[in-house]
């Protein structure tokens, strides 16, 4: 999960490897992922096919016997395409119950941290985020999946 101050502070989940750059899925974007989850890993299962439709510039898809989902993000030259294996959406399925409490919890605290990047950029010296709207979301932590 990450904020970034160039997309307005709006949360991101992360998914990838180590060896690729990371798919960053704004929170509709994941909401996508996860409605068709359960279908693309029965479609992998049965070499079938499957695709979503285009929503917030994703999709996925995936055809018959090659055993990947393919999922794209953006659309024309910007489309950046990723490449997820059974085991691979098999986990992440597994997992997604606390990736979606990451989220929602970084949702809630996007205000405070807006109101902290803006006196923080505003000052020049340190600023200590405020002990009682942090304090509610200390828990938060960062994963990478």
């Known amino acids: 999960m990450a904020f970034y101050p160039a997309h307005e502070y709006t949360a991101h989940a992360e998914l990838g490897t180590a060896k690729a750059a990371p798919l960053r899925l704004i929170k509709q974007q994941f909401n996508t992922l996860t409605e068709h989850l359960p279908g693309l890993i029965g479609a ?83 600023i200590d985020p405020n002990p009682t709207t942090a304090s509610k979301f200390s828990n938060l932590s960062c994963m990478k999946i």
């Open 44 to 126: 992998l299962y049965t070499d079938d096919y499957y695709t979503t439709g285009v929503q917030d510039n994703f999709w996925i898809n995936i055809g018959g016997s090659i055993k990947t989902a393919l999922m794209h993000l953006g659309l024309g030259k910007r489309n950046k395409q990723f490449v997820f294996k059974l085991h691979e959406l098999q986990y992440l399925n597994s997992i997604m119950h606390i990736i979606s409490n990451q989220l929602a919890r970084y949702s809630g605290a996007m205000m405070d941290v807006m109101a902290y990047s803006i006196s923080a950029m505003a000052s020049s010296g340190d």
